[in-house]
């Protein structure tokens, strides 16, 4: 409810350490898909392999 209530006021679900695994079903209601687009492009780039945190808040994403 605190959550669902931050977003519904123009807040986040991030916090001074990022999403962790708790939030981070949230991050498809708060964020655009452009804007998700960009967290994936961001996690690829740095994390090609996927071998940091795998699955943990991105989820992979299907090829295609």
Known sequence: AI????LE????VTGEH???RLK???LTRELDPVAL???H????AFDPA???NPGN???PRPEG
């Open 50 to 52: 996927g071998r940091l």
């Open 3 to 6: 959550t669902a209530l931050a």
């Open 57 to 59: 808040v991105l989820s």
């Open 9 to 12: 006021l123009g807040g986040t």
């Open 24 to 26: 981070s079903g949230w």
């Open 18 to 20: 990022g999403v962790g």
């Open 41 to 44: 492009a961001v996690k690829a």
């Open 37 to 39: 687009d960009v967290h």
